[in-house]
């Protein structure tokens, strides 16, 4: 088992930034990905971006490329989300995820951080 933990959402002003962390503990060395998902009020929860673990490759959004970046720290087993210019429909709970399997399967979550972007 991979357990989860995000920090860093909060409220924030439209064009402001914000960065989120997610570390993972647990059995680690197994991930092959980890990214990261979001939930607006009212809708389905949706992709944002991803890491590979082994060779870094980075994954977005449309909405968000240019804007957000996933970097990770993988001797700390932590993966970051750089989030800036960020705009009112950023407003969602943010999930971080992890899978063991492919890097397109995510087997772990976290319980989600908060993110309010005010017009």
């Known amino acids: 088992q991979v357990q989860l933990v995000e920090s860093g959402g909060g409220l924030v002003q439209a064009g402001g930034s914000l960065r989120l962390s997610c570390a993972a503990s647990g059995r680690t060395f197994n991930i092959t990905v980890m990214g990261w998902f979001r939930q607006a009020p009212g809708k389905e929860r949706r992709f944002v971006a991803a890491i590979t673990w082994s060779g870094g490759r980075k994954y977005y959004v449309d909405s968000v490329k240019s804007r957000f970046t996933i970097s990770s720290d993988n001797a700390k087993n932590t993966v970051y989300l750089q989030m800036d210019s960020l705009k009112p429909e950023d407003t969602a709970v943010y999930y971080c995820?992890?899978?063991?399997?492919?890097?397109?399967?995510?087997?772990?979550w976290g319980q989600g951080t908060q993110v309010t972007v005010s017009s």
């Open positions: 995820a992890a899978g063991d399997r492919t890097i397109t399967a995510y087997d772990y």
